[in-house]
């Protein structure tokens, strides 16, 4: 087996500097889409590049891992000592011939691979998004996924912690298969359909790769395009040429796998860079998964986390901070359903009995309201239009209101307070009698000689 690679690489139609890179070599080839703010993303791809070069040393899946988990560490560090860098991240993926005549593949972030096998397209790598999650939970379709408005939520990226966790496997191809690297300035513009079309067309690999950018740009290409086009032929030997497409593949291939990028990392050289030591990978598949980023949308956006990735060891203040903020949105929420559920004021009725309701006298949620009896009968209330207000529980502005309101039926009904049953004289000249009790010892409705003038009361429902 021999591996035949070519690449292209394009800033787009809308940004103006491109944060996506990648390297090539004899026998793996790797892409990397930077983000961040100001030189961010740029500096974060060039550099997590450079370092997996430097650090893959030997051809199996624990030399690629630990060179990804190298390279993590160098962005994160890089970031942490220089404040204009601060929050820059980059995703990484990339394909490698072992030994055996098998593929490493590793991956971190939304940066894809896909196989073209000669009859149809495959997603190898998996995306590590937050809707991409949601589709493999089956919560939400791959078409509404492509319109989602989180569709820019990664949920890893190099750099943004200390550690990282790589998914890494091995994967034996046949003679004949088309394996294609891409950033995601690609798949977001042109569909697998098209996408497949075009690995299928009898093209040399940099013709293609440089094909499916210029498909891209067709589209509008909103973000950098990168492609890598990996064709797996027959051979003892590995292919002795790597090739690019285009001007800006080649300066992009020279200055991370030339003599020397320090220009790109602030003069800063690999030469002390010391990897982390390896850690063992099962394979095949996905060797692990972390927590929620957000990628910037606009050039110049600093890179965010969401949610942060769960530490090995440790208090992580990052997860307190994301408790504290969701318990305080819940506190908010029930506050304001209970502020709901009692800031309303209704005069009703209660197993003949007038009664304040202070809430929605059918209750909100779990919350029910304050009824306060008023110690006056609804068969005490001789004006029909109050009786049938007060039946369909009549809504009050305020308490006081309320108060009022039921101030005016005892007027009406000669009860001065809630519970007197004495004599009021009426201001007219009309006598009252002092009403008699029932068997219930309830007080019966008196009979005024006169009535007193009408109190006006809405007999709109309310």
């Excluded at 939970?137 to 989180?150: L, M, N, S």
């Excluded at 973000?223 to 590995?238: K, L, M």
């Excluded at 320090?262 to 010391?274: P, S």
Aim: glycine share 10%; proline share 6%; with cysteine.
């Amino acid at each position: 087996m021999r591996l035949v690679f070519g690449a292209a690489t394009d800033v787009g139609q809308v940004r103006t500097l491109n944060e996506d890179g990648f390297v090539l070599a004899s026998t793996y080839g790797v892409v990397a889409d930077g983000m961040g703010g100001h030189q961010g993303g740029e500096v974060a791809s060039a550099l997590a590049l450079e370092v997996f070069d430097a650090v893959f040393d030997r051809a199996d899946l624990d030399a690629m891992v630990l060179a990804v988990e190298a390279a993590n560490t160098a962005v994160f560090d890089r970031a942490r000592g220089a404040v204009d860098l601060s929050g820059m991240g980059t995703t990484l993926c990339g394909v490698a011939e072992l030994a055996d005549n098998c593929l490493g593949i590793v991956n971190v972030g939304d940066s894809r691979i896909y196989l073209w096998d000669g009859v149809e397209l495959t997603q190898l790598s998996e995306d590590h998004s937050f809707v991409e999650g949601l589709v493999r939970d089956g919560r939400i379709t791959k078409a509404q996924a492509e319109v989602h408005p989180q569709r820019n939520v990664l949920t890893r990226a190099l750099g943004v912690e200390p550690t990282v966790q790589v998914d890494g496997w091995l994967f034996i191809p046949k003679t004949g298969d088309r394996l294609l690297l891409c950033s995601d300035g690609l798949y977001n513009e042109v569909t697998d359909l098209e996408i497949g079309a075009k690995l299928a067309e009898p093209l040399d690999p940099t013709t293609c790769a440089g094909e499916l950018v210029a498909a891209a740009n067709a589209h509008g290409a909103r973000d950098n395009v990168t492609c890598i086009v990996v064709d797996v032929a027959e051979g003892a030997e590995p292919a002795s040429t790597v090739e690019f497409a285009g001007t800006s593949g080649m300066e992009r291939l020279r200055r991370v796998v030339g003599e020397s990028s320090a220009d790109a990392f602030g003069g800063e050289e690999l030469d002390d860079f010391t990897a982390p030591p390896p850690q063992p990978v099962s394979a095949p598949g996905p060797v692990s998964a972390v927590g929620p980023v957000a990628r910037p949308t606009n050039e110049g956006e600093e890179l965010t986390v969401a949610q942060a990735p769960a530490k090995p060891k440790g208090f992580n203040w990052r997860v307190l901070a994301f408790a504290i903020a969701i318990f305080a949105t819940l506190g908010g929420a029930l506050g304001a359903i209970g502020w709901y559920a009692r800031n309303q004021v209704f005069v009703g009725a209660v197993d003949g009995e007038v009664v304040i309701y202070q809430g929605r006298p059918e209750g909100v949620l779990w919350i029910d309201p304050i009824v306060t009896p008023q110690s006056i009968l609804l068969s005490d209330l001789f004006d029909e239009s109050q009786r049938l207000a007060v039946e369909s529980n009549f809504q009050q502005p305020t308490m006081e209101a309320a108060k009022e309101f039921v101030a005016s039926l005892q007027l009406r009904t000669g009860v001065t307070e809630p519970g007197d049953t004495s004599v009021t004289p009426s201001s007219e000249a009309s006598t009252t009698t002092a009403p008699s009790v029932t068997s219930e010892g309830n007080p019966a409705p008196s009979v005024p000689a006169e009535a007193p003038p009408a109190v006006a009361v809405p007999s709109a429902t309310p």
